[in-house]
Nanobody
Framework: QVQLVESGGGLVQPGGSLRLSCAAS????????MDWYREAPGKTRALVAR???????LYTEPVKGRAIISMNNAKNTAYLQMSRLKPEDTGVYFC??????????WGQGIQVTVSS
């Protein structure tokens, strides 16, 4: 069984930055794809950024140019660095991994609020 735990959220002023972390624990898994999703108030959960095992990275339009997704394989920890934050970045952020067998695992989510 794989567990994901997000950290690093909180209240940030517009224009500020933050770094979210997602620590994976368990055994017998090898990450194939690693995603960050955001569930904004009143909206469905949506993909923010994706990192593939082969190094390819995808950013969705709302965060393109303001987000950096990275992975520390030795620590099984993924990061989402976001800058120039906007109020519309507010939401619950979830990390998700898909391992090479196709199994998917979600974190519990962490709140990010961008407000002055």
């Amino acid at each position: 069984q794989v567990q994901l735990v997000e950290s690093g959220g909180g209240l940030v002023q517009p224009g500020g930055s933050l770094r979210l972390s997602c620590a994976a624990s368990g055994s017998g898994f090898s990450i194939s794809v690693m995603d960050w999703y955001r569930e904004a108030p009143g909206k469905t959960r949506a993909l923010v950024a994706r990192s593939f095992r082969n190094g390819q990275i995808l950013y969705t339009e709302p965060v393109k140019g303001r987000a950096i997704i990275s992975m520390n394989n030795a620590k099984n920890t993924a990061y989402l660095q976001m800058s120039r934050l906007k109020p519309e970045d507010t939401g619950v952020y979830f990390c998700k991994i898909e391992d090479i067998s196709g199994s998917q695992y979600w974190g519990q989510g962490i709140q990010v609020t961008v407000s002055s």
